[in-house]
């Protein structure tokens, strides 16, 4: 089974620290992606991946970045967190070409 | 997580009975469809998924329907069980391009003994 891990379930930052949130994945997989998700508004996509040292911007980028340096690791960077980015976010990675997506447990943030 | 469940529709059912949740997707191009489960505090889960050259498609006791002429997705659940309850995603991706997926607000469906 392909396993998707996020390093942290809960985290609480306070408003203008710098986040690093990290996934793992462990079947070498080409695509890697990051979504945040709010109540009532589904999976929102912030940033992807299709290769090593590679990234696209999604749908809500603004306030994040990301760095893949080794295939099996996708970081999500919140530069100076805010309130309006507290959510719970979720990593996931599939291999190129393949459709669905693998999903790790989602980390939920809460910035103060 | 817990709070994924608010603020969505909600699809109340009695255990054993079928269930059909529905998505409307939003680009006629898309050519593949998944459907999703997420549990409280997990992340989604792929159920089953379907092509766009299918209107059909058959696993355990669920089943995707697809309509394109209408641009809808159904998911049935046939006898739902208290582990069926969950928060239901569609997903669809558009022709070309990267393996983006475009997900739907979700709805959460209930079971009740």
């Known amino acids: 089974d392909v396993k998707v891990t996020q390093s942290s379930r809960y985290l609480v930052k306070r408003t203008g620290e710098k986040v690093f949130l990290e996934c793992v994945q462990d079947?070498?997989?080409?695509?890697m992606f990051w979504y945040r998700q709010d109540p009532g508004l589904g999976l929102r996509l912030i940033y992807f991946?299709?290769?090593?040292?590679?990234?696209e911007k999604g749908d809500i980028p603004e306030g994040y970045s990301v760095s893949r340096e080794k295939k099996e690791r996708f970081s999500l960077i919140l530069e100076s967190a805010s309130t309006n980015q507290t959510s719970m976010y979720l990593c996931?990675?599939?291999?190129?070409?393949?459709?669905?997506?693998?999903f790790g447990s989602g980390t939920r943030l809460t910035v103060v | 997580g817990e709070s994924v469940g608010l603020h969505l529709p909600t699809l109340s059912v009695q255990e054993g009975d079928n269930s059909i949740i529905n998505c409307a997707y939003s680009n006629s191009a898309s050519d593949y469809f998944i459907w999703y489960k997420q549990e409280s505090g997990k992340g989604p889960q792929f159920i089953i998924d379907?092509?766009?050259?299918?209107d059909k498609r058959q696993g355990q006791r669920v089943t995707v329907l697809l309509n394109k002429t209408v641009k809808h997705l159904s998911l049935q659940i046939a006898a739902t069980q208290p582990g069926d309850s969950a928060v239901y995603f569609c997903?669809?991706?558009?022709?070309?391009?990267?393996?983006?997926?475009?997900f739907g607000a979700g709805t959460r469906l209930a079971v009740h003994p």
């Open positions: 079947m070498d997989h080409e695509n």
């Open positions: 991946s299709y290769d090593v040292k590679m990234k």
């Open positions: 996931a990675s599939s291999l190129s070409g393949a459709r669905g997506y693998t």
């Open positions: 379907i092509r766009s050259n299918m």
């Open positions: 997903a669809e991706k558009g022709p070309g391009g990267y393996n983006k997926l475009i």
